[in-house]
């Protein structure tokens, strides 16, 4: 491993710590969000397919919770690949005139 790829993977890991951490944020203010936004407004409702009334505000935090969990399994699945000193680019299909 050459320097330049040492701190290329150093640089990688530090972007997806990064990205983790706004992951966690942003969930945690959208959850916020949410429970604050919720009980004073009781009243909006999704009709679903059949005619059934429900919650608009638990399928909403189950899509965000949900949602960012699975990006943030992608992210730390990318981490522990870069900790083991893996090239997340190899293989990967040059672009017309580059060399791989």
Known sequence: MTPADADTSRRGRFLLLGALLLIVVFAAVA????AVVAPENTDVRVLT???HDTSFWVPLLVTIVGGL???ALVFTTALRRLR?????Y????AR?????
């Open 31 to 34: 959850v916020a969000w949410v």
């Open 49 to 51: 397919r059949d005619a």
């Open 69 to 71: 969990a699975l990006v």
């Open 84 to 88: 083991r000193g893996e090239d997340l």
């Open 90 to 93: 190899a293989g990967r299909l």
């Open 96 to 100: 017309r005139g580059e060399s791989t």
